[in-house]
């Protein structure tokens, strides 16, 4: 079955562009609508997308018998309201990250979706970039041996959010790339961070997540960087990756290196540190813009009536991390169990 799905997105501002255009150049899908209720921005749209209606009314798109698809592009504090509606009008929903403000209207979304049988989707993009399935491909193969470290600096000068901290605005991405490869639930997680402007916003943080078997993750995010940067570090017993997510080329690579501990003949309580420093290798990893291959995705999933990776149990397991972020904020680091 060869199925075509109406799209009807609800608001088009920092990443609604994408999302339109992405959806718009999709052979398998329709987009319908666009939904924003800033009449600027309409008439960008409008420029933009002749061929799609336009409305201010998001329940011409979350109610409207000819939408399949309810795609979410809102602030975060609006996306329960919006896909709770759009569920109970039987829609499917894609929801931009962080899914929803708290675990517990994530677990509700959860809920209502098995209750309708409606297929929820979390745009976590990344998952579908050709880094992250190339990385995940590894670790599953155990070619990097046991994991030891996952370390991210995710920062650049802007953009400020209104209604969340540098932490739930950046993070989930990192956090759902960690969910997606390491194949393990994380212990407890740790945060401190600072707020510079009237915001009381957190503006700079960093994360600690702790993980069984002596894994750690480190997390550095920030809107107060002069640069921008998108680098990576993951390491394991065998060999160790660097992605560098801003290089057009060779954005990917595979170090054979690491530390062998020898004990000394000497002691049986002394130890020495053989380093092997093996070859580098940058695999070809696919450039399909991100987006298109999760439409793809989404089209697939609904079409075989099945759950996505990234479905709402995905997504409010990252808001469950986010939360317990702010409350170790709250408490000047301390672990917060998961």
């Keep these: 079955?060869?199925?075509?799905?109406?799209?009807?997105?609800?608001?088009?501002?920092?990443?609604?562009?994408?999302?339109?255009?992405?959806?718009?150049?999709h052979p398998r899908v329709c987009l319908k609508r666009i939904v924003e209720l800033k009449q600027d921005r309409r008439m960008v749209a409008a420029l933009a997308h002749p061929q799609t209606e336009l409305s201010s009314s998001v329940q011409d798109v979350t109610r409207s018998p000819d939408i399949d698809v309810v795609v979410i592009a809102t602030p975060v504090s609006t996306h329960y309201e919006l896909a709770f509606?759009?569920?109970?009008?039987?829609?499917?929903?894609?929801?931009?990250?962080?899914?929803?403000?708290?675990?517990?209207?994530?677990?509700?979304?959860?809920?209502?979706a098995l209750k309708k049988n409606k297929i929820v989707m979390?745009?976590?993009?990344?998952?579908?970039?050709?880094a992250v399935q190339t990385i995940k491909q590894l670790i599953d193969e155990k070619r990097l041996g046991e994991m030891y470290y996952y370390d991210s600096v995710r920062v650049n000068l802007g953009l400020f959010q209104q209604d969340v901290n540098v932490i739930w605005d950046l993070a989930p991405h990192d956090l759902s790339i960690m969910d997606y490869i390491l194949g393990s639930k994380p212990q407890a997680i740790s945060a401190v961070g600072k707020s510079h402007y009237?915001?009381?916003?957190?503006?700079?943080?960093?994360?600690?997540?702790?993980?069984?078997?002596?894994?750690?993750?480190?997390?550095?995010?920030?809107?107060?960087?002069?640069?921008?940067?998108?680098?990576?570090?993951?390491?394991g017993s065998h060999s160790m990756i660097v992605w560098n997510d801003l290089l057009s080329?060779?954005?990917?690579?595979?170090?054979?290196?690491?530390?062998?501990?020898i004990q000394s003949v000497?002691?049986?309580?002394?130890?020495?540190?053989?380093?092997?420093?093996?070859?580098?290798?940058?695999?070809?990893?696919?450039?399909?813009?991100?987006?298109?291959?999760?439409?793809?995705?989404?089209v697939e999933c609904i079409e075989n009536n099945r759950q996505p990776m990234n479905d709402a149990s995905s997504g409010t397991r990252i808001v469950r991390m986010l939360?317990?972020?702010?409350?170790?904020?709250?408490q000047s680091g301390a672990p917060i169990q998961l």
């Design 266 to 298: 000497e002691s049986k309580y002394h130890y020495l540190a053989s380093y092997r420093m093996g070859e580098m290798h940058a695999p070809v990893v696919h450039k399909k813009e991100a987006l298109l291959q999760e439409i793809d995705y989404l």
């Design 249 to 261: 080329d060779e954005s990917l690579k595979i170090y054979n290196r690491g530390v062998d501990m």
């Design 198 to 235: 009237a915001t009381g916003l957190e503006d700079i943080a960093y994360l600690t997540v702790y993980y069984e078997n002596n894994m750690i993750a480190h997390i550095h995010v920030n809107w107060l960087s002069p640069v921008k940067i998108r680098q990576t570090l993951i390491g």
């Design 1 to 25: 079955m060869n199925i075509i799905l109406n799209i009807g997105i609800i608001g088009y501002g920092y990443w609604g562009p994408n999302l339109a255009r992405n959806f718009s150049n």
């Design 85 to 112: 509606d759009a569920l109970n009008h039987d829609k499917h929903v894609w929801i931009e990250k962080p899914m929803t403000a708290t675990s517990l209207e994530g677990e509700m979304i959860i809920e209502l």
């Design 122 to 130: 979390v745009d976590h993009t990344f998952l579908f970039t050709g």
């Design 323 to 330: 939360e317990a972020s702010d409350a170790s904020l709250k």
